[in-house]
């Protein structure tokens, strides 16, 4: 059985509507005490972020990932298996601080990374696509194609979405199964537009439906039939960007936040650290 710790490697500040759009950054660990697997690398450090995209925020890069995982006792060489939901550069990058690692990546999404749909040009940075290609030791990169058990407990399922060659991992744990979906849904609100602790503007003419994020690289039909899939096979979800999802697994077990605190968290110019959960 697999236990899952998300580690909250910093934020973006994103501005949207007049207001600043604070997104978590996380990666996964996932461990059964002899086993250790990350999901997704994270971003570079801010600066470089900053650079690369004009958004602030804090925290990324590889010195951080190190720092959560010596709270578990870990070294990034104890990782065996680097599993990328896909390449977006604040999901894939850092991978030079895990020589010895297998990073696991759908081949429809290097395809992808190389020739993004138009919209998708900013999220995809060569210096990723150039790290993943060089990887040294054949041992070091595994292209999959389609769903597959990594290992007895982390089955991968492919859902083309908001990237083609999206893959979401489903991790066995006792209480049961957790599907790290990253960005397909990236908030809770996505998944449950209904339901009023999910978003402080529920949609309840949604009822029963999926919500498409507004990154994507299909349809939204094909983006529900995507999160449909996952949920068919998963007893919840952990979404990427959402300060409320569950921080150990399955300690904390939830398919949506008991309240709405810290759906859309903004904030001020000086308010930088609080999160005062107000939306505009
Ligand atoms: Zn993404």
């Known amino acids: 059985m697999f236990e899952i710790h998300s580690l909250r490697i910093g934020e973006l500040y994103l501005p949207q509507g007049g207001a600043i759009h604070r997104d978590p950054v996380h990666v996964w660990l996932v461990t059964d005490g002899t086993q250790h697997f990350l999901v997704d690398s994270g971003m570079a450090r801010i600066e470089r972020v900053e650079e690369m995209l004009k958004v602030s925020g804090w925290g990324g890069g590889p010195e951080i990932i190190a720092q959560e995982l010596a709270k578990h006792g870990l070294t990034p060489d104890d ?90 991992p489903i991790v066995t744990t006792a209480k049961g199964k957790a599907a790290l ?50 949920l068919d096979n998963a007893d919840i979800v952990v979404p990427a960007h959402d300060f409320r999802i569950p921080m150990h697994m399955p300690e904390d077990w939830w398919a949506v936040p008991e309240s709405n605190d810290g759906d859309i968290a903004h904030l001020s110019p000086e308010g930088a650290g609080e999160n005062t959960s107000e939306v505009s």
């Open 79 to 168: 990782i065996s298996h680097v599993i990328l939901t896909h390449m977006h550069f604040d999901h894939a990058d850092n991978l030079e601080a895990f020589p010895n690692s297998t990073i696991v990546v759908q081949r429809d999404e290097v395809f992808h990374a190389i020739d993004p749909a138009p919209t998708q040009r900013p999220f995809y940075k060569k210096h990723i696509l150039n790290e993943l290609l060089g990887r040294k030791r054949p041992a070091g990169l595994q292209l999959v194609e389609g769903d597959f058990d990594l290992v007895e407990g982390i089955r991968i399922i492919k859902v083309p979405s908001h990237t083609a060659g999206m893959q979401v």
């Open 181 to 230: 979906v990253s960005d397909l849904g990236d908030h809770y609100k996505y998944w449950y537009p209904a339901d009023p602790r999910a978003t402080r503007k529920p949609m309840r003419y949604l009822s029963d439906t999926f919500l498409a994020g507004p990154i994507r690289s299909e349809s939204e039909r094909d983006w529900c039939a995507a999160m449909r899939k996952v």
